[in-house]
């Protein structure tokens, strides 16, 4: 099956710094979703953007979606340690069946106090 | 109050035996899922549970087996335990298909 592929795939930045993340699919989608993991933890869900969206935020988050390019990016703003972490994409294909989600390979974010 | 509970958190055991991961969730989700997440943090869909009906099942080989007694509980079964099965496995609920999933902490399986 397709996945994602995110970019880059490792970032190192210092506290107070901007970090961006970007993701690209190759199916249509109806949404798709950003998903963070701690090192040793299961995914927390981070935001969801639909097909139809362009962009949105939730406090230091900032998603866009281009369904043109089939890519998407997320911006973490004045970075903390406390962001380090491995962010995944995720997307839900529109032929979607169960639930199904096709997750990117992560990009390993560090954030050094 | 945990929402998605995996146990155990840590399996070691050896090539050939057949080992059980179970999950529950407390949320009031009707769909269920396993993941697997490899070495590299590849993390790729195995099956889902919708009301404990199987609604995905992603050529996953037979040795897994899922069973989902009621709609908060999904249990993986892996059989003849194979090394290339050692991952970490994520069980996730939703409420309905393609919305936000809630992953347990996982269970790391290591197979000597």
């Known amino acids: 099956s397709q996945q994602g592929e995110e970019d880059p795939q490792a970032l190192s930045i210092q506290e107070g710094e901007n970090a961006t993340m970007n993701c690209s699919y190759k199916?249509?989608?109806?949404?798709l979703q950003w998903y963070r993991q701690n090192s040793g933890r299961g995914l927390v869900h981070l935001i969801l953007i639909r097909s139809n969206e362009r962009e949105k935020h939730s406090g230091r988050l900032r998603v866009t979606l281009d369904t043109s390019k089939k890519s998407s990016s997320l911006l973490i703003t004045a970075s903390r340690a406390a962001d380090t972490a491995s962010y995944f994409c995720a997307t839900e294909p529109i032929y979607n069946q169960g639930g199904k989600l096709i997750f990117g390979q992560g990009t390993e974010l560090s954030v050094k106090p | 109050d945990t929402a998605v509970s995996q146990t155990p958190k840590y399996l070691v055991t050896q090539m050939g035996n057949d080992k059980s991961i179970k999950c529950e969730q407390n949320l009031g989700h009707d769909t269920m899922y396993w993941y697997k997440q490899d070495s590299k943090k590849f993390l790729k869909i195995m099956f889902s549970y919708n009301n404990k009906e199987l609604i995905i099942n992603e050529t996953v080989p037979n040795r897994f087996s899922p069973k989902s007694p009621d709609k908060a509980h999904l249990n993986l079964h892996i059989n003849s335990l194979e090394l290339g099965d050692s991952a970490v496995y994520f069980c996730?609920?939703?409420?309905?298909?393609?919305?936000?999933?809630?992953f347990g902490p996982g269970t790391r399986l290591l197979v000597l």
């Open positions: 996730a609920s939703s409420q309905g298909g393609g919305l936000t999933q809630y």
């Open positions: 199916t249509s989608i109806n949404n």
